[in-house]
Structures are given as C-alpha cells and as structure tokens.
C-alpha cells in the first residue's frame, strides 16, 4: 500500500466529451471532399497531416482546423473551393464554441476526491480553450491547479506531483488514453488508472501495462474514488 496525497484528472474524454465532437467534425469534412476522392484515403490523409502538425500546432480544434484546411488543398492541388474553406472555417468554430456538459458521475467522484486529496488537472490542448472548457464545466473549484501541456511524458508528470503534491510515488493519474495518462504516468512512478472512454483517437491508443502493480482500468470515474482510497489504506 502506499499514501496518496495528489490525484491528477485528464480533461477531454474522462470529464467531458471532445473525441465524438472530432468524430462529427471529421464526417463532415469528408463530406466536403466527396468529389475529389475516395474518403479512406482522404481521412488517412487527413490523420497523416495532423500528426505531421502536432509539433507545430500542438493538440486542439484551433490546429485540427488547420489540418482539415492543409488536408483540401492537398487533395484538390490547391483548387479546393472558397466555399469548402468556409465551411472548414465554421466546423472549427463549432467546436471551439461547443457548449461542455461533464459525463456522468464526474462532479461526484471530483467532490468525493477533493475532500480527501490535492486534486490537479492536467490536460494537453489549447491554452485558451481548455480554460474556457474548464469554465463552462463548472468543476473548476474541485481543482487546486491547472496544468495545460503541450505534452505528457514522464518529465511532465515529476514535476508537476513534485510542485503541487509531495512527488509522483504518491499520486494518481486518471484519464483515458494509455499513450498520454497512463504509461508516462507509470513510468514516472505513479499510480495509472484508466478510464476508458467508447472513442479513441489512434494517436493515442497503445497496448494496456497488463500485470503492472500500480496500474489498474476502471469501468467508470464513479470507481475512482474507492480505489485511490483503497490504495491509500
């Protein structure tokens, strides 16, 4: 057993949703395009072009709009219709307007969680639209710091548990991707729990730590609780 002081929360798809919101807005770019080609290989090409601009855009809508646009004009050589830039341009905004509704059990296991421990979210994304997605939840009280990164890897989790709880041995982190969450967090040398969420971007899929001792999966945030309780005994 070990004490846990410190329980870091993923944001998009563990309290609200964003991948089904990227799910649509992908559907309807494809649509756009329906005339220039075949839609697997244009989502492919689509996907390839995000991950190529991850390093300059970061994670988000504001660059996932970019890449939808970048994507167009290479599938039509550059002859892609002001009315189909238009409509990238309003699918984009639609996202980043998209009005946010925490998933079942969220407020509960967060109140449960920060009456016993420092609470944190640590997110990648936006700066400004996980701030206004925070905002518009209302679970920004449960927090006691807001961590938003342009990327989560073991570095990440050391220092932000060593600045806002007392080191990565004792704490938590719970969220739904096993790239981003879950195994930098362990190797880091925290708990990992994940919470699977139905859709999962392939950029942050990876294969599950099975028989490690610090991780464990979830059926749902509402677990959450009991379990870091359970670990704390």
């Known amino acids: 057993m070990s004490t846990i002081t410190t329980v870091g929360v993923d944001a998009d798809d563990t309290l609200w949703h964003c991948e089904s919101l990227f ?3 992908h559907a309807r770019f494809l649509d756009l395009l329906s005339e220039h080609g075949d839609p697997e290989k244009i989502e492919a090409q689509l996907l390839a072009v995000e991950k190529r601009n991850l390093r300059v855009y970061g994670y988000g809508a504001k ?9 167009a004009l290479e599938v039509t050589d550059g002859a892609v219709d002001t009315r189909v830039i238009r409509e990238i341009l309003a699918v984009g905004r639609e996202m980043l307007t998209e009005p946010i509704e925490p998933l079942p059990g969220v407020e509960n296991a967060l109140s449960a969680l920060s009456d016993r421990y420092r609470l944190i979210l640590i997110t990648k994304g936006d700066l400004l639209h996980q701030e206004q997605k925070l905002a518009s939840s209302g679970l920004g009280d449960y927090f006691v710091a807001v961590e938003i990164v342009s990327e989560k890897d073991a570095d990440t989790y050391r220092r932000v548990f060593d600045r806002y709880g007392t080191g990565a041995e004792q704490a938590v982190m719970a969220g739904n991707s096993m790239r981003s969450d879950i195994l930098p967090a362990l190797e880091a040398g925290c708990w990992g729990a994940l919470i699977p969420y139905p859709l999962v971007w392939s950029h942050e899929a990876a294969e599950a730590p099975v028989g490690h001792p610090r991780y464990v999966e979830l059926a749902s945030i509402g677990e959450l609780p009991a379990w870091v309780e359970g670990i704390s005994r």
């Open 23 to 25: 799910r649509l807005s």
């Open 63 to 71: 660059g996932f709009t970019l890449s939808m646009i970048e994507t």
